[in-house]
């Protein structure tokens, strides 16, 4: 293989995170086996954006549910109709279930070809046949799961607090490089800021890229109108990379090495595995 041309070049990777809070309610229950009720009678209850809440970190995806205080109530299950117990589903009530060694016969073949009591169910308090229900342990019922087994559930305004990155990026590559190699690989960073709210990059060496983090940046001004930014941050990285003309059997062809990592890409190259090294 013969190198015919070799062009050094950069890429630009630029990228806005964009960190937002939503908070939204909706009623929620869960099993009540007594204790005390925070209810309306121990204030008015709270609006959903008065309620103290933060994130454990900054710009990473989270969800908090916290119950709205001062609006929980007491009331029978919904499910059990208070009772605290279900029909079994598995014996539907009766607390036994036909056996399945015998097929509720009875009885069983033995070895030498005559019937004897099927040795599963022959103690039975149900009857020869029959088996104890092992789901409700031959009760018939079982415990209903949502009041668990309580007959009450507390019925509360739940808030749900959802932080999200939420981001966008544009990428600037004179070469053939696909963009998904440009964004899986390290680069210096020319540019960083972090704000409650940044400004469209207007002074940074490529055009292209003033332009883009302007659209960027006014897309996620308008973008998030049911939401509270809380934080913004847009990064540029310079990722190099080398355009390796090549003249092999023949043929012209082209690779890239690009990145820290000096990763490899050769769309055309003539073998996909050479001395243990795989190529892109």
């Not at 970190?57 to 009772?83: A, M, N, Q, W, Y």
């Not at 117990?85 to 030498?112: F, I, N, P, Q, Y």
């Not at 001004?221 to 059997?249: C, G, H, M």
Request: proline letters at 5%; charged letters at 20%.
């Amino acid at each position: 293989m013969a190198i015919t041309k070799i062009n050094y070049s950069s890429a630009f990777h630029y990228q806005l995170h964009s960190f937002t809070e939503k908070r939204e309610t909706s009623w929620a229950y869960s099993p009540y086996g007594g204790g005390e009720v925070d209810g309306v009678e121990n204030g008015a209850p709270p609006l959903p954006w008065e309620i103290e809440c933060y994130p454990g970190t900054l710009f990473e995806d989270e969800v908090k549910l916290i119950p709205v205080p001062h609006t929980s109530s007491v009331k029978s299950c919904h499910r059990c109709k208070g009772g605290g117990s279900l029909l079994c589903a598995e014996c539907h009530g009766k607390g036994w279930v036909r056996c399945l060694s015998c097929h509720g016969d009875g009885w069983s073949a033995s070895t030498s070809g005559y019937k004897e009591r099927c040795f599963y169910c022959h103690s039975s308090t149900h009857g020869h046949g029959r088996q104890d229900c092992l789901k409700c342990n031959a009760k018939g019922r079982v415990p209903c799961p949502t009041c668990d087994n309580y007959g009450q559930i507390q019925c509360f305004i739940q808030l749900t607090i959802s932080w999200k990155v939420n981001s966008a990026e544009h990428i600037v590559e004179r070469l053939s490089l696909p963009e998904d190699l440009v964004k899986s690989v390290s680069g210096q960073v020319a540019f960083e800021e972090e704000a409650q709210q940044v400004l469209p990059i207007g002074h940074f060496p490529d055009e292209t890229i003033n332009m883009a983090s302007t659209q960027i940046v006014h897309a996620h001004a308008q973008a998030f109108s049911d939401q509270k930014l809380i934080r913004q941050k847009q990064v540029v990285r310079i990722i190099p990379v080398t355009e390796i003309n090549y003249r092999w059997k023949n043929k012209n062809n082209v690779f890239y090495v690009f990145g820290f990592e000096n990763r490899a890409y050769a769309p055309d190259y003539p073998q996909k595995c050479c001395c243990g090294c795989t190529i892109l």
